[in-house]
């Protein structure tokens, strides 16, 4: 199993991603779209979802991580609980009723067995492990400057190497710039 880096490469976070787009699709149209208060607990049940996901895992211990996946799968039910009220109202078609509820679904057992592996022993010997390495061995080892975060250096905005330099010339993704030769 690769270890991710950034919480978009986890299943869990994909798929409640994906239930908090659709269900704001399936809002924004008919009837439900003008019912304020439900249209906005059903998005908020599924954003949380998808934020509890990427919180937890900035909290680093498997443990911590675990527990906002718990968040994140109560606000599944959640949501899967308002879809079917939804459906029940007219809100919703059984095809968009069942295509929802079982995105949620698929989004609750991703989380659950990401929090199974959080809560094994594996889990808790690899965090260690990863905390023992970084101590052994820092990125930086040399005992010499760093020269981005040497605080006497340049602040120059308009540095040529600004990764934020809106006038960049060479910015392949500005609509303005210069076209390829």
Known sequence: MAIATRYEELLSWQRMHELNIEVFRATDIGRVSRDFKFRDEIRDA????????????????P???????????ASAAETRSMLRKGAECGYFSAEDFA?????????????????RYLRSPQAKSNAARR???????????????????????????????????????????????????
Request: overall charge negative.
């Open 46 to 61: 599924a954003d949380s979802a998808e934020r509890n996901v990427a919180e937890g895992f900035a909290r680093y211990t």
């Open 63 to 73: 443990a911590a991580f675990a527990n906002f996946l718990d968040y994140s799968r």
């Open 99 to 115: 295509r929802l509820d079982n995105l949620a679904a698929r989004g609750a057992q991703a989380v659950a067995k990401l929090q």
């Open 131 to 181: 905390r023992y390495s970084r101590r052994l061995h820092p990125k930086n080892e040399s005992n010499e400057s760093n020269e981005s975060n040497d605080p006497n250096g340049s602040n120059d905005p308009n540095d040529p190497n600004d990764p934020n330099d809106p006038n960049d010339p060479n910015d392949p993704n500005d609509p303005n710039g210069a076209s390829p030769r």
